[in-house]
């Protein structure tokens, strides 16, 4: 049976009949899937009759209980790349008319290779990073203005200042950028996160523009780098156009007898965010529904995937930006807060177009078989006959050790080292352990700096840990020069702006380039330093990416493991305790063997494998055996 794709596209007509909007604004012939339902919207758009050229056949007509839209349904399988002209009738004449393209695919395009362990991602809020366009700091059509001095507020961050710091993050070692949503953020204040998006279309003009995003995508890959869309299904803003004028009630969760929504109309009951309730075999409707359907905000409108209209519209928007963009991946916001049958399907078809590509869902949980509940294939998931067909999650559990262990100096029967012992152990229930994101921190968690008092010894233990271990390594900006942050004291805290990317601040007692070796403190380049080391000799390291792990019981708080495959074996020494430890080596003779001498990574000093090891307080080792 034929594929299908469902494309949407938005045509907004006022009195005078002039098109506002098309979404998406073309499209590609050649698609796998290649049925296509068009979104029409405009006022009283539903009284005409809509009709293509070039024989471009209309399979069907569906009208909804707002008369402004239209959900037109074709074939483009036999299209090849043009320009047709779409026309609306009433009766025999024609009231609009306008060129609609389908352009032809990148080569190769459905075989694109997603991001994958190989890759070490770094995490960037563009607000947050670098200015490097002042002059869209504020703009004319969006509501909030920038304000340096409000923690929550926009402070200039753009794509411009991402591209002009690449070098900077390929010199770190970083080979993929995760840059949270850049998509148009209307709401009034607190917008510069760019979670409540109110336009999928359009790059927020206070970024940039669409070209420029694309334009970061192929100067990334000009550096063989790739670049991860921070995607969210799970609720849209408040101010998105479409969510201002319901094509029908159930586009969004409505909550009857409930509060009031940003825009002061009823329906909004935030989410309980017990997401165990989407698994739990012993909870109860009502509680599932309130984690699924309630709202994360008033101003974020939980999205009803259960509604097909819904779900076609953000699948043809995700690949719109995907074949626009060439993007190598998603990061998608929430994923376990949405509906779980409808964002199984998004992402099946995204994959279906994509067999390459990859998707990191954010499930943010705190038990490994919740976790992996979420991955593809999962038998956790196939106990209630789930499968979210999502390749990717994050190893929030990992990141609960790492924000504990390094601060507990003894170890214990279940803390210091052995968190990490206990986590690994429970890899068998993940189906693919090596598409697991690893991570220290994130834009929603606590600064480890902060976390670990601004030890330099403590951050090195941890990124060797998330380096050397399965799984994609994730960086978030500014830790690997020390930057800290306290949630405490709000959200914009931990985002603080990146020293250097504004290029106004020229205090020299608050202010230096730290993307220069010379405008860093000796500090900032202790922490860049190691962190280039560790990440550009972990990018050729094949047994790093998909070697095989054994690791060994903590002994005195010293955590000991192996990654190894036919060609290379490389051991990692994590002494957390705060003395110097003596390492016997007879206990790891099977995987050391008949090798005699480790080469340690950083220090590139050779040490001996016929006696015990020393190994200072709170430092790590990482050896290759030869």
């Known amino acids: 049976m034929k594929k299908l794709l469902i494309l949407t596209l938005f045509i907004t007509f006022q009195l005078s009949a002039q098109v506002e909007k098309i979404e998406p604004p073309f499209w590609w012939s050649g698609m796998n899937n290649t049925e296509l339902q068009l979104l029409v919207y405009g006022e009283n758009i539903s009284e005409l009759q809509p009709e293509f050229s070039d024989g471009i056949a209309i399979e069907k007509i569906k009208k909804v209980e707002n008369p402004n839209y239209l959900f037109v349904t074709i074939d483009t399988e036999n299209v090849s790349p043009k320009t047709v002209q779409l026309q609306f009738k009433k009766g025999k004449k024609i009231v609009q008319e306008f060129d609609y393209e389908f352009k032809e695919r990148a080569e190769n395009s459905a075989g694109r290779k997603g991001f994958d362990s190989s890759d070490v991602i770094y995490l960037l809020m563009p607000d947050r990073f670098a200015n490097g366009n002042p002059k869209n700091d504020s703009t004319k059509n969006t509501a909030e203005k920038a304000d340096r001095e409000n923690n929550g507020g926009r402070h200039g961050g753009d794509i411009e200042g991402i591209i002009q710091h690449l070098d900077y993050i390929e010199e770190l070692g970083a080979t993929a950028i995760w840059s949270t949503p850049l998509l148009e953020d209307n709401e009034p204040r607190y917008s510069y996160h760019g979670y409540a998006q109110s336009d999928y279309y359009k790059i927020d003009p206070r970024f940039g523009s669409n070209d420029d995003y694309k334009r970061l995508a192929d100067e990334l890959h000009k550096r063989e780098m790739k670049l991860l869309m921070d995607y969210v299904t799970n609720h849209w803003g408040s101010k998105h156009w479409l969510i201002q004028d319901l094509p029908s009630k159930d586009w969004i969760h409505i909550w009857e007898n409930s509060n009031l929504d940003a825009n002061g109309r009823d329906g909004f009951q935030r989410s309980n965010y017990r997401m165990t309730t989407q698994f739990d075999p012993n909870a109860s409707q009502a509680d599932a529904e309130g984690c699924m359907n309630g709202w994360f905000d008033t101003t974020m409108p939980d999205m009803n995937q259960s509604n097909p209209l819904v779900l076609n519209y953000m699948v043809q928007n995700a690949i719109w930006w995907i074949e626009f963009a060439g993007l190598d991946g998603f990061r998608v916001d929430t994923y376990s807060y949405n509906d779980k049958h409808g964002i199984a399907e998004w992402t099946k078809r995204i994959m279906d177009e994509y067999s390459n590509f990859n998707i990191v869902g954010e499930v943010w949980m705190h038990d490994q078989a919740q976790m992996a509940y979420w991955q593809k294939d999962s038998k956790i998931g196939a106990i209630d006959g789930y499968n979210s067909h999502l390749p990717s999650v994050m190893d929030f559990t990992l990141h609960d050790a790492i924000m504990q262990a390094f601060d507990e100096n003894e170890q214990g029967w279940d803390t210091g080292a052995m968190r990490f012992y206990d986590n690994f152990a429970n890899d068998f229930l993940y189906p693919n352990i090596n598409n697991l994101l690893v991570f220290a921190g994130n834009h929603d968690t606590q600064r480890i700096q902060t976390v670990f008092g601004g030890d330099v010894n403590k951050y090195k233990l941890a990124m060797t840990l998330i380096a050397t271990v399965r799984g994609i390594p994730q960086l978030y900006y500014g830790d690997e020069i020390g930057m800290e942050g306290d949630k405490g004291k709000g959200d914009g805290d931990i985002r603080r702006d990146f020293p250097g990317g504004w290029k106004g601040d020229t205090d020299p007692d ?86 005699k001498l480790g080469k340690e990574v950083i220090s590139g000093q050779e040490f001996t494998l016929n006696e015990p090891l020393k190994v200072e307080a709170k430092s790590a080792l990482i050896f290759e055996l030869k």
């Open 510 to 595: 608050n202010y230096r380039d730290a993307f220069t070796a010379e405008g860093r403190t000796e500090t900032q380049k202790e922490y860049f330093n190691f962190t280039k080391k560790l990440l550009n000799w972990r990018k050729n390291k094949v047994v790093i990416h998909s070697g095989k792990t054994t690791h060994y019981i903590p002994q005195d708080n010293v955590y000991v493991y192996f990654r190894y495959n036919d060609e290379e074996t490389v051991m990692v020494v994590l002494n957390n305790s705060d003395k110097e430890q003596s390492v016997g080596l007879k206990r790891f003779s099977k995987h050391i063997q008949d090798k």
